[in-house]
């Protein structure tokens, strides 16, 4: 049978959207009877995967609300370009993936430009600005969430073209060394305690984070630290000398670890999955928080709690995150009895995401909507 072809903008604005687009490319690539033209804004993973890039997504990861509007000219510039290559390209269908201060206002310009209009990875509206009901409602076609509450939570408000496919995640976090082959290839005691620690991706958040974290592994001589980044650390980081840094093997280190300290937000769900004890950190200038912490309506900020329901991991947000407390929580994870327990915990809490083939159901519904 001839395959027909689906031209499809898609638009990604930072790591977690680049490697969740990438995977949803995969996987509409693989499905029989479409063959599909990608082009928008994309991170390397995803251009990896095949999508033109009319703009890198790289370069629009931004945190904090001072931060975005200093660079407001150039999402502008960004947004202009992708509306240039929509008019010019005609795509069948426009995939916006996560990133919500940039894809809504997308949306409503390519809704009224008569293009179908898909949102995949729901924004957290359940956490803050409910007010963008609104913009779903009216500029999009199909919503695809990826947390098991959210399809309930949109219908009681009135949004019904939602899909719930399950997190991306789920059978794709796969360490592809053991736990003794990282210790051995990155030469640590595997009799002393080892502690990963994910300081996040987006450079404000590194700066603000990791120091915490390099002065907590300086007051724990006896164990042994490893910083997982997935770019390069400036010379600026000092490590101590119980501390490595490895650069794009996340999973492996988490695996390899005994507990954690990893950034909220998607690495949370990462930890939890491969089933690593944790403690969620997360530290943003005063001004932002001061912004951001009066509208925030969640009981948790890391996704893995939220996904419990429950404290499963100790939170240490703003004032909170200090070294005497990240050292403190980090050695009463170690403590036997409750590293067990929590991995108990994390199993159950992921066993509500599904059975993994996120990206193939939703590369699905994105094709029965065609």
């Known amino acids: 049978m001839e395959k027909k072809e689906i031209k499809v903008l898609i638009v990604a604005g930072e790591a977690s959207g680049d490697t969740h687009g990438a995977k949803l490319v995969h996987a509409m690539q693989q499905l029989p009877g479409a063959a599909t033209d990608f082009f928008g804004s994309a991170g390397p993973r995803m251009r990896e995967a095949g999508v033109k890039a009319v703009v890198k997504a790289d370069d629009l990861s931004i945190v904090g609300l001072v931060e975005i509007g200093k660079a407001l000219p150039m999402f502008v510039k960004t947004m ?51 007010y963008r009901i609104a913009s779903i409602k009216k500029h999009v076609d199909l919503l695809i969430t990826i947390l098991p509450f959210e399809k309930a939570w949109y219908a009681e408000r009135g949004v019904h073209n939602v899909e719930y496919v399950g997190s991306p995640l789920v059978r794709e976090v796969t360490p592809s060394k053991t736990r003794d082959e990282f210790r051995a290839e990155h030469r640590i005691d595997p009799d002393l305690p080892f502690i990963a620690l994910l300081p996040g991706s987006r450079g404000k958040e590194i700066s603000r984070i990791l120091p915490i974290m390099l002065e907590t592994a300086d007051q724990l001589p006896d164990m042994r630290f490893a910083v997982a980044v997935n770019r390069t650390l400036g010379a600026s980081y000092k490590l101590p000398p119980n501390t490595i ?52 309506n969640v009981p948790h900020y890391g996704l893995i709690n939220l996904i419990a329901g429950e404290r499963l991991a100790t939170e240490l947000i703003q004032d909170d995150l200090n070294a005497g407390d990240l050292r403190s929580e980090l050695e009463r994870l170690l403590d036997p009895v409750r590293n067990t327990i929590m991995r108990e915990k994390l199993k159950a809490a992921v066993d509500k995401l599904g059975g993994g083939g996120a990206s193939k159901r939703a590369a699905e519904v994105i094709l029965r909507l065609l």
């Open 245 to 296: 840094c490895v650069r794009d093997e996340t999973y492996n280190c988490l695996a390899a670890a005994d507990a954690a300290a990893v950034t909220s937000g998607t690495a949370t769900l990462e930890a939890g999955i491969i089933g690593t004890p944790m403690t969620v950190v997360y530290k943003t200038s005063k001004l932002n928080y001061s912004l951001l912490e009066p509208i925030i």
């Open 80 to 130: 202009n370009k992708l509306k240039k290559a929509a008019r010019e390209v005609r795509p069948d269908i426009v995939i916006l993936v996560d990133f919500p201060d940039f894809n809504l206002k997308l949306a409503k310009h390519f809704k009224k430009q008569g293009l179908k209009v898909v949102y995949y990875i729901s924004p957290q509206l359940w956490a803050w600005r409910q």
